[in-house]
């Protein structure tokens, strides 16, 4: 007899507001027998605005080693898992990848319900050119290592976006400005989606000291134009 066929649906969810999930990604929770989430408190948050109750599973960076083959092996025993992280496109910058290619290895089904992501949102939204782009996640955490990221790609023929934390912002604007100089053209784009959703947009040293004299709390994207561009 063969087994029925299981799925690993990989939902992107919200970046802020809850309107963008998709009546897709809200079904395929629906339909799962198990919600595999990076932080389950977040996840159950977003369940219960949904009126869904499932039951969820906590996968996330410490425990992905482990948790993937363990979660694979229900899939492939029949079972539908919905994986998520706390916002935005699972495996970018967050827990998956390990997941996915042990569904693909196994030959398993994996279906994206594509939605909401922070890189392409900003880089659409940035008015800095969108045709080619290079996503580097995270800069480094020290000055050292950011500004030897920054030095590596100053020639890149393309946009590249960085992800950055409220608490490393200001300084990875100063590092950024100190190897690409302050004319190359920036936009820093923070809380998209949200109450305080805010672009700025110019030259690295406006952009620089903009974000400086505000508060930086909340979340940032970095999209750096290619050199010589301005709007
Ligand atoms: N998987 C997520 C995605 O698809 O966008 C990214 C997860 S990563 C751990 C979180 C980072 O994404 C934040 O530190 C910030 O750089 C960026 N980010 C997430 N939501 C954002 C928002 N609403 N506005 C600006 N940046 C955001």
Excluded at 47 to 67: F, I, M, Q
Excluded at 81 to 91: E, K, N, Q, R, T
Excluded at 139 to 150: A, D, E, H, V
Excluded at 155 to 183: N, Q, T, W
């Amino acid at each position: 007899m063969t087994q029925p066929q299981g799925v690993l649906y990989l939902v992107a969810t919200p970046i802020g507001n809850l309107g963008d999930l998709s009546e897709r990604s809200v079904e395929s929770l629906r339909s799962s027998d198990l919600v595999a989430c990076e932080d389950t408190r977040v996840t159950a948050k977003l369940l219960a605005h949904l009126g869904l109750a499932r039951p969820t599973t906590s996968y996330r960076e410490e425990n992905e080693l482990r948790k993937a083959p363990e979660l694979a092996q229900r899939i492939e025993q029949g079972e539908s898992i919905a994986l998520v992280s706390d916002a935005g496109m699972p495996a970018i910058s967050d827990p998956g990848f390990r997941l996915i290619r042990e569904c693909r290895r196994r030959k398993l089904n994996v279906v994206p319900l594509p939605g909401p992501n922070a890189a392409l949102t900003a880089l659409a939204a940035s008015g800095l050119p969108t045709d080619k782009f290079l996503f580097l996640g995270f800069p480094p955490s020290k000055t050292s290592g950011r500004k030897t990221t920054y030095g590596k790609w100053r020639d890149f023929p393309g946009s590249i976006v960085f992800y950055e934390s409220k608490h490393r912002i200001a300084k990875s604007l100063v590092d950024l400005e100190d190897v690409l100089g302050k004319d190359r053209y920036i936009c820093v784009a923070r809380e998209m989606t949200k109450v305080h959703e805010a672009f700025h947009v110019g030259p690295a040293g406006e952009v620089r000291q903009a974000v400086s004299e505000r508060s930086q709390k909340g979340e940032f994207v970095i999209v750096v134009a290619p050199q010589g561009y301005v709007l």
